[in-house]
């Protein structure tokens, strides 16, 4: 089951990468790259960092399938994507919180600090999408308006607190990652961000 | 002869950098750097993926030295480049070949999927000129308008189907190199590039 | 006493990366990253290229704790951190000084060649600052207007003809710090910068 939320994960990251290279009018090639970068970035950087090499996606062909695959659908129906907003919206919102917890379970194997362990979860589930930004050099949109790190950060916490009392790893697991996604579904909803630190007349 | 081919794609490949970074009005430092990350960057992003570590520029002193030299010379005799851009372009253009082969064959020893060894080789003859244009706060030419990508996978295939028959290891590895090599000519000669994905009254 | 050399260096990075995420309006999160890729992204670059991973600051809980401190300061008392100007110029030039010795030191473990391990000093020194002008989608300060790079190589070269005496490691170790220490200092007091390569006319 975690298998297929990853998968379902990968598939909305890649077409969001898809998206974002389209507004940059890059050609067949540039919107692949940006496609796998989107949904493999993040976990290459955090195995890179731990050391875990082979990355991840080179020894699994899975996750080249379906990111061709998305990419490939979504560069056909793009007209029509916007059919599926909700549903890629809930893809990466399920995603993020897999890929946190994956991130996290990565980190305690390597038998790092708890605080290291949640910013390589949080690593996981957002740098996809800095190395996406920095490729179609924009600045990063989650340096600017943060959209999932909080989330990720709270599942964290959650799941460091839960692993203190005599509650079964599944658990745990399942837990955390609902705190993610229903943190990041309350943000969206309610259009909660992160505190202005800029005084108003500034901005 | 192929460490020949090597120095010279290498040569090339610096050489292209320093020109990207006077256009950037770079200082000496600067060109230098820009001189070799497109030199070395797309085999030092493979060797990281693939965890061989130290990256091979750096267990090799040799390449440190071409790439100064060449970055040298071109710094100096930067108004006379241009009758060299011929042979530039075709040491480019064999350097690319054989980056590619490179490439799958620490794949293939890696034991990963030939789609992942293909991945691997382009990467390592593209790669450099990415992150090159990242440096320079460029979107990397490369996903705008493909010049490298599809003769280095054609290549790859090549490679790969190549084995399949009882043919010496050697052969395969010219012949793969000099598709890579044609197909790149071609393109360049009969200005081919990938189907173009945008309907044109919105580009 | 290296260790409290390294903390300050690490503040007085993290402090300027805060300033430079301030004026390009990044929220809370993009700060704290942009803050701690300032201060330990060009010791994460070296030890990915050597293969020394988890990577240094992962395996010490203290960086972190440093880093979020300073930034935390840094964000409250933004509006009084010119009174600290000097002072943070002074544990920033002190800070490239141990650091590159710390990357120097790290080659020579690795068994790499002398100029290797003067590039590896560099890079601890100068490239959490490059990082964080790709991240800020600037073309990095460092490659236009070099400030830090001549300091850190005429150290390492000290530190390289020093050891052919018979002197004791821990003082070849301060006389090279020192020299990439007055190098910077006498840089900056006198504007000395690299000779400009572009001919008047043209600028």
């Not at 996406?132 to 943060?146: A, S, Y």
Request: glycine residues 8%; aromatic residues 12%.
């Amino acid at each position: 089951m975690f298998y297929t939320i990853d998968i379902l994960g990968t598939i909305a990251f890649a077409i969001s990468g898809v998206l974002v290279a389209f507004n940059k009018k890059m050609d067949l090639f540039g919107i692949l790259i940006i496609a796998f970068v989107t949904a493999v970035g993040g976990g290459t950087l955090r195995d890179l960092l731990i050391g875990d090499t082979p990355v991840s996606w080179m020894t699994d062909i899975t996750y080249t399938y379906v990111i061709l695959g998305a990419a490939i659908f979504a560069i056909i129906f793009r007209s029509k994507i916007n059919y599926l907003r909700t549903s890629l919206f809930l893809f990466d919102t399920i995603g993020i919180g897999l890929y946190t917890l994956v991130g996290i379970e990565k980190g305690l194997n390597a038998e790092l600090h708890p605080i290291i362990c949640i910013a390589l979860g949080t690593m996981t589930a957002s740098f996809g999408g800095v190395i996406r930004d920095i490729l179609c050099n924009e600045i990063p949109v989650i340096f600017r308006k943060e959209i999932y790190a909080t989330a990720c950060i709270l599942g964290g916490i959650t799941y460091f607190l839960l692993r203190e009392f005599p509650i079964k790893d599944n658990y745990v697991f399942v837990v955390a990652g609902i705190v993610v996604i229903v943190v990041r579904l309350l943000a969206v909803k309610f259009k909660i961000a992160l505190p202005n630190i800029y005084s108003k007349d500034h901005v």
